[in-house]
T-cell receptor, first 114, second 114 residues
Framework: AQSVSQHNHHVILSEAASLELGCNYSYGGTVNLFWYVQYPGQHLQLLLK??????LVKGIKGFEAEFIKSKFSFNLRKPSVQWSDTAEYFC????????????FGPGTRLSVLP | EAGVTQSPTHLIKTRGQQATLRCSPI?????VYWYQQALGLGLQFLLW???????NRGNFPPRFSGRQFPNYSSELNVNALELEDSALYLC?????????????FGPGTRLTVT
């Protein structure tokens, strides 16, 4: 069965620190990859997505992610976090095969201290 | 453009009762997905409807069911409610092929079972 793991349950950073959130998936075929964010009191929003092409994708609010196929990874990065980045971050995988559901990781809670 | 809407915002039921949750997708979207977000468990896929048909369901008992109407709106029914059904239920919609398009999420319905 497909699964998505996220390396950290809770990450605490100070403003201006660099961020990297890990995401690994277990699926042997072609996949589409997503990072979603849920700010406090708000609903899930898409941060960025990867379908094909350049494995380094850029999203909103200065976030980027790199797809490394050989490592089954899709890590999220931001060079300098802000207090407003405090949120829960979810990695999701959708197999490139009609009929399959999205599989979400358990989420990583990011707390940025001012 | 209006986003995904869900009703009600909050729902309080007692054990053994039935709950009905509703979702209206973004105009032009034909796929509707239901997820359960229980505390500490992340998003768990429940059901996927596309063009009025149930396309896939997650690892949930049959008392979780739903349907999609001709206008692509959807409802989720949970029968014989149990305390552990207390969670945030999220609806998402996408264009018809999940392979190509990302999911857009609604604000959720908070179900509390007492």
């Amino acid at each position: 069965a497909q699964s998505v793991s996220q390396h950290n349950h809770h990450v605490i950073l100070s403003e201006a620190a660099s961020l990297e959130l890990g995401c690994n998936y277990s699926y042997g075929g072609t996949v589409n990859l997503f990072w979603y964010v849920q700010y406090p009191g708000q609903h899930l929003q898409l941060l960025l997505k990867y379908f094909s092409g350049d494995p380094l994708v850029k999203g909103i609010k200065g976030f980027e992610a790199e797809f490394i196929k050989s490592k089954f990874s899709f890590n999220l990065r931001k060079p300098s976090v802000q207090w407003s980045d405090t949120a829960e971050y979810f990695c999701a995988v959708s197999p490139d095969n009609y009929g399959q559901n999205f599989v979400f990781g358990p989420g990583t809670r990011l707390s940025v201290l001012p | 453009e209006a986003g995904v809407t869900q009703s009600p915002t909050h729902l309080i039921k007692t054990r053994g009762q039935q709950a009905t949750l509703r979702c209206s997708p973004i105009s032009g979207h034909t796929s509707v997905y239901w997820y359960q977000q229980a505390l500490g468990l992340g998003l768990q896929f429940l059901l996927w409807y596309d063009e009025g048909e149930e396309r896939n369901r997650g690892n949930f008992p049959p008392r979780f069911s739903g349907r999609q109407f001709p206008n692509y709106s959807s409802e989720l029914n949970v029968n014989a409610l149990e305390l552990e059904d207390s969670a945030l239920y999220l609806c998402a919609s996408s264009e018809s092929s999940p392979r190509l398009y990302e999911q857009y999420f609604g604000p959720g319905t908070r179900l509390t079972v007492t």
